[in-house]
T-cell receptor
């Protein structure tokens, strides 16, 4: 069964450092997403991406965040200068039908 | 904006007990409703969905009915198993490209 894959599974970084989280969405899907889940809290929408551009973003997705699809398969989330409060599990997802998202297993980011 | 309210967890049940996890939503327009499940150490998986009023979504013995009059989408299962232990998320989608999730309800099933 096709799946969304994410790397790394866990990254530890120092505050102020740049982080790039990588995702390979399901190949025939058209919409790509990043969500995050701070420990013990709800899953929060960050950004959606379609046709090589951002289609929607949340208030959380400020200028420190960016997304890119550098080639035909990868979808990346970059955090330019990490803050302590960026520590969370970041989930990549993709879909072919609205709402029917396929999620990756997540990348845990720990900012020290 | 759109929002989802779920019952607080954890919900602790014995195997074969009946499960209900309550979910209510606030949304404009004609939302689609979803339940996602997150097993330990894994990402979220779509469990079931309903796209219009009175639709019943079902999968793996779980059911939920889209009740527009009460803006609810409660998850039910007649007989839970230990393997159903997970966190369950209710979500709403109003046609824009994002899901709004509830806070999640942890289910613990003991043998």
């Amino acid at each position: 069964e096709p799946e969304v894959t994410q790397t790394p599974s866990h990254q530890v970084t120092q505050m102020g450092q740049e982080v790039i989280l990588r995702c390979v969405p399901i190949s025939n899907h058209l919409y790509f997403y990043w969500y995050r889940q701070i420990l013990g809290q709800k899953v929060e929408f960050l950004v959606s991406f379609y046709n090589n551009e951002i289609s929607e973003k949340s208030e959380i997705f400020d200028d420190q965040f960016s997304v890119e699809r550098p080639d035909g398969s990868n979808f990346t989330l970059k955090i330019r200068s990490t803050k302590l409060e960026d520590s969370a599990m970041y989930f990549c997802a993709s879909d072919a039908l609205p709402g029917e998202l396929f999620f990756g297993e997540g990348s845990r980011l720990t900012v020290l | 904006g759109d929002s989802v309210t779920q019952m607080e967890g954890p919900v602790t049940l014995s195997e074969e007990a009946f499960l209900t996890i309550n979910c209510t939503y606030t949304a404009t327009g004609y939302p689609s409703l979803f339940w996602y499940v997150q097993y330990p150490g894994e990402g979220l998986q779509l469990l079931l969905k309903a796209t219009k009023a009175d639709d019943k979504g079902s999968n793996k013995g779980f059911e939920a009915t889209y009740r527009k009059e009460t803006t609810s989408f409660h998850l039910e299962k007649g007989s839970v198993q230990v393997s159903d232990s997970a966190v369950y998320f209710c979500a709403v989608n109003t046609g824009f490209q994002k899901l709004v999730f509830g806070t999640g309800t942890r289910l613990l099933v003991s043998p």
